[in-house]
T-cell receptor
């Protein structure tokens, strides 16, 4: 069964460092997303991406965040200068269409900022 | 701001019983609702969805009910099994788009043997 894969599963970084989280969405999906979940809190929308550009982004997704689809398979989230409050589980998701709530989530990348 | 929230943080049920998980939403512009299940150490997994032009939708062992009058959503799981133990989130969006889901706080369902 096709699935969304994310790497790394856990990354520890120092405050101020750049981090890149990687995702391989399901191959025939066209819409890609990043969500995050701070420990014990709700899952929060960060950004959606379609046709090589951002479709929507939340207030959380400020200038320190960026996304990229560098090739036909990977979808990355970059955090330029990490802050302590960026510590969270980051979930990548993909969907075939936008007119559906059926997003397929990866298992997440846990980011710990020290 | 407006948000989606859940009534109960935890719910324990006996194996074989039916479970009902509730969700309140406050954004009256929301017209599309989704239930997700999250098992420990995994990402959310889609269960079922419902649009605002419906008040009930059934899947395999699951039913979602929508009451727009009181802005309430529920997920019913029939014959609850140990594998149903997880955190259940409701999520909302509008204009039938999945571009930006707003998730609720989650209910931890524990199935007792």
């Amino acid at each position: 069964e096709p699935e969304v894969t994310q790497t790394p599963s856990h990354q520890v970084t120092q405050m101020g460092q750049e981090v890149i989280l990687r995702c391989v969405p399901i191959s025939n999906h066209l819409y890609f997303y990043w969500y995050r979940q701070i420990l014990g809190q709700k899952v929060e929308f960060l950004v959606s991406f379609y046709n090589n550009e951002i479709s929507e982004k939340s207030e959380i997704f400020d200038d320190q965040f960026s996304v990229e689809r560098p090739d036909g398979s990977n979808f990355t989230l970059k955090i330029r200068s990490t802050k302590l409050e960026d510590s969270a589980m980051y979930f990548c998701a993909s969907s075939r269409e936008t007119d559906t709530g059926e997003l397929f989530f990866g298992e997440g990348s846990r980011l710990t900022v020290l | 701001g407006e948000s989606v929230g859940l009534h109960l943080p935890t719910l324990s049920v006996q194996e074989g019983d039916n479970s009902i998980i509730n969700c309140a939403y406050s954004n009256s512009a929301s017209d599309y609702f989704i239930w997700y299940k999250q098992e420990s150490g995994k990402g959310p997994q889609f269960i079922i969805d419902i649009r605002s032009n419906m008040d009930k939708r059934q899947g395999q062992r699951v039913t979602v009910l929508l009451n727009k009058t009181v802005k309430h959503l529920s997920l019913q799981i029939a014959a609850t099994q140990p594998g149903d133990s997880a955190v259940y989130f409701c999520a909302e969006t509008y204009s039938g788009s999945a571009r930006q889901l707003t998730f609720g706080s989650g209910t931890q369902l524990t199935v007792l043997p």
